[in-house]
Nanobody, 118 residues
């Protein structure tokens, strides 16, 4: 079993920055992919960014050039640096993890709220 704990959400003005963190703990054999989804009020959950255990990254077009995902493999922690935030980035951000523990499963965090407002 793997547990994911997110932190770093909050209220920020448009143009500002936030850094989200997600720490994975438990019986982890290896991590295949970690990343972030978000769900805005009244909308479906959407993928934001992901990073493989080898460091390959991918981003949704809506955040490309503004968000940076990174991972500390030793700490099983993924980060999302969010710059130039827009009001449309307001959402609950969920961490996800595809890990072998020992079977390969997908795990989700409980979410951290990001509000971009003046």
């Amino acid at each position: 079993q793997v547990q994911l704990v997110e932190s770093g959400g909050g209220l920020v003005q448009p143009g500002g920055s936030l850094r989200l963190s997600c720490a994975a703990s438990g019986r982890i054999f290896s991590i295949n992919v970690m990343g972030w989804y978000r769900q805005a009020p009244g909308k479906e959950r959407e993928w934001v960014a992901s990073i493989t255990g080898g460091g390959n990254t991918n981003y949704a077009d809506s955040v490309k050039g503004r968000f940076t995902i990174s991972m500390d493999n030793a700490q099983n922690t993924v980060y999302l640096q969010m710059n130039s935030l827009k009001t449309e980035d307001t959402a609950v951000y969920y961490c996800h993890c595809n890990a072998r523990s020992p079977t390969t499963m997908i795990y989700w965090g409980k979410g951290t709220e990001v509000t971009v407002s003046s």
